[in-house]
């Protein structure tokens, strides 16, 4: 496994983040993409579609939804939009919900509707990509996104944190148990993700942000001294960790369109200090924050290593990292750091 090449993909709601890992290239040399999300190109697509007065047919698997805005207008529009059931979910998990919308879910493409292909991973694509940079296809491909799941006796926010709660309880708060080869039942887009890619492993996008930072020998050294927080600034969802001895004992996750600088701070501050109440981070629109037993040797976790497309919300109130020489492709070192490839 050593010697396998694996293509690690860091899929988020802007860009898809790419790493070639070739075991015998140094990584500063190994082949990077960092390209518009899947779900950018869907959201082109049915804009195109939409200044063509076409309908939409969508059908594929489930996938990140960063098109939903898409959807919005090309209904507003007065044009219609009929969705496969396999393709449904990435609008939402209920197909009840996906109808209220004006959105038919149907087996077969209406008759005069465009179809549109949805999917986090298409292996056509990468193997088109890779082959026009004269590189040959991997033997592994590995791929983390974020996945609410799917929790019908909750909204997507809270069913989110049923899986931080479940990660600190049972699983030591190891981010490395968040790389999945058997899928989760509730990780609906997962699992597609998984299936696209052949079956390789996945992850939570936040998770393989903590393994990335950890995967720098000297912050995986100073968690083992005291306690330090990682804070990665997505451009859609902002995810912070209090890490000591490469364990997780506190998770705080926020959407960052709702957040500038001195909120985030506020909330940085508090969550250092465990003091920060979930249900506070829930009103305010995120996710929330929890935390298992701080260990009084971690002290006051102040140390703040900072990442992500969007980290200048916090220049100058913590340390810039770039896990492999590179920010943009630090999930994709933190999933190769966490298989210990």
Known sequence: MTKSTVLCLDIGSGTQDVLLHIPDIEPENRPKFVLPSPAKMVAKRIAALTAAGKNVYLYGSNMG???FGAVKKHLEAG???CAHPDAAPAIHDNPERVRQMGVAVEAACPQGYVPVHQTDYDPSFWQSMLSTAVLEYPDMVMAAVQDHGYFPDSSNREGRFVLWRRFLAEHDGNPASLIFNDVPQELTRLAALQKAIGGGPVCDSGAAAVLGALSMPEIAQRSHRHGVTVVNVGNSHTVAFLVYRERVYGV?????????????????MEFRRTWLPDEQVRASG?????????PEEAESFRPTFILGPRRAMLEGHGQFIAPGADMMLAGCFGMLYGLGL
């Open 65 to 67: 939804g960063g098109f």
């Open 79 to 81: 044009l219609l939009i």
């Open 252 to 268: 705080y996750e926020h959407h960052t369109g709702m957040l500038d600088t001195d909120a985030l701070l506020h909330d940085l």
């Open 286 to 294: 995120g996710h929330g924050c929890m935390f298992n037993d701080v």
